[in-house]
């Protein structure tokens, strides 16, 4: 649970069911010792959420009593804990496989798997809660599927991670207007690496259309390995100048309309797990994760600002204050992991 003491766990289940815990819970039916000596937990809240399996939970950072669920039977829905007899807001759109909630934002930056999205249409959208009653806001498209997003409160940025290798990024606008007239999103985004999986060959690389041909066509992780490899392809973001005209731009733009999918093979070189730094120390730092069990870490050094380092030792003597800890020194520039301009 987003707000202090952290005491709250939420977890969904194949049968649609959606549980929470109190893990600071003293009390006999909840907190039960076992004939083995160990402790068994109990909810001390369990609903019907979806239809099918809940594919992801996401806390609302403003207030705890909110939730949202996605499930398996391409509902969205945003639920208040203390009133659980039917949800704030449910949505059908297509199939979604992860979440981002942003804390000062109404809504939900979604991903979605590529099989129930109309031609165009597949990538990450943001959905208001339907407090606002704003329309989806198409944030990237993406070719395939988009296993994971995360969400970074202090960058007001998502990063998502696709079936096709690339970790992209994009920095949201103002959420709270509403984003109809944006204009130019494409100018918003941009790639943080890609990863492509190609065939090893003794006599040298070969050409891309010739490579993807030349992949073995199995499941097999043992068979892929020994007959092909990953190269990866880093984006220099220590600055932004003249960003849209670098080849790792438009390669991206290429990759969205033109990209071809080969789902007969094992997409070694796919992203299934993409996570920002919460801290606001470290609030540049990315990992991400895929099928080639490789995880890699990114520093976003164009997007940190001289505001952020003011903030720091701000925040700190602030969160001292509030939760009693023990007050120390604000931390000088140099310490933090935040890179200096």
Known sequence: MPCKPHHHLAAGFYDGTVAVW??????????????????????????????????????????????????????????????????????????????????????????????????????????????????????????GTVWSISGSDWLNTVAAGDITGELVAAVLPDLAVNPLNIKRSSDRRFPVYKADLLPYNPEGPERTEQAEQALPRTQRY?????????????????????????????????????????????QLEALHKVRFSPNLDSQGWLVSGGQAGIVRAHCLVGLASGVGHQLLPECQARFSILYGDTPSSPASPDDSLLPVE
């Open 222 to 266: 043992s068979e892929m390995v020994a007959r092909s490899y990953i190269r990866f392809q880093d984006t220099d973001l220590r600055s932004f100048q003249n960003f849209p005209s670098r080849e790792p731009m438009r390669r991206m733009h290429t990759q969205e309309l033109k990209a071809e999918l080969s789902l007969d093979r094992l």
């Open 22 to 143: 109190n893990l600071l819970t003293k009390s006999l039916l909840q907190c039960v010792h076992q004939p083995d000596a160990s402790l068994k937990l109990y909810p001390f809240q369990c609903f019907l959420a979806h239809d099918q399996a809940v594919r992801s939970i996401e806390w609302c950072k403003a207030d705890s009593n909110f939730l949202v669920t996605v499930g398996s039977d391409r509902k969205i829905k945003f639920w208040d804990l203390r009133r659980l007899y039917e949800p704030i807001n449910s949505i059908k759109r297509f199939l979604s496989t992860e979440v981002a909630w942003l804390l000062p934002y109404n809504g939900i930056t979604v991903a979605q798997d590529n099989c129930y999205a109309p031609y165009g249409l597949c990538g990450i959208h943001y959905i208001d809660a339907g407090y606002l009653g704003f329309k989806a806001y198409f944030v990237a498209p993406r070719k």
